[in-house]
């Protein structure tokens, strides 16, 4: 895997085209715990609720590509498994990266798909992870053959 900077929404249309192209399947972790995130009335994402028609699979988890938390937040984190599809590729393609640097205060932080939370995200072919985000480090990681 090596790192990847996705400068534009033109850069992260070529890459989620490509992804869609390859994988299978694609996942997003969405933190259980209230002090992860700040959402309008503690709702799920928006991110989210558009695309669960598509899921295959839910489950809450500690570990995922590129993450593993510490013991005491355990089990805090819901993994959700979406279908590769026309209808979930046009929802994606509806923002501009997978995630966006954010500055209040003078303080850096990352955000995911327009709202004031982290999310990341993993594609998949055949259950072998293609590209995956660590999204609180900035961090995008791709497959060298892609």
Do not use: A
């Given at each position: ?57 839910s489950e809450n ?86």
């Amino acid at each position: 895997m090596k790192n990847i900077i996705i400068k534009d929404k033109k850069q992260y249309l070529i890459l989620l085209k490509k992804l869609f192209d390859k994988c299978d399947s694609f996942k997003i972790v969405v933190p259980l715990n209230k002090n992860f995130f700040n959402l309008n009335n503690n709702s799920m994402p928006l991110i989210i609720q558009k695309l669960l028609p598509y899921s295959t699979n839910s489950e809450n988890t500690s570990t995922w590509s590129g993450t593993k938390v510490s013991r005491g937040q355990k089990k805090n984190y819901r993994i959700y498994t979406f279908k590769i599809c026309s209808q979930t590729f046009d929802i994606m393609k509806k923002y501009s990266n997978f995630f966006n640097v954010k500055v209040e205060n003078e303080i850096e932080y990352y955000t995911s798909f327009n709202e004031d939370i982290q999310l990341d995200i993993s594609f998949f072919k055949d259950n072998n992870c293609i590209f995956y985000t660590t999204v609180h480090e900035g961090i995008c990681m791709i497959e060298k053959e892609l």
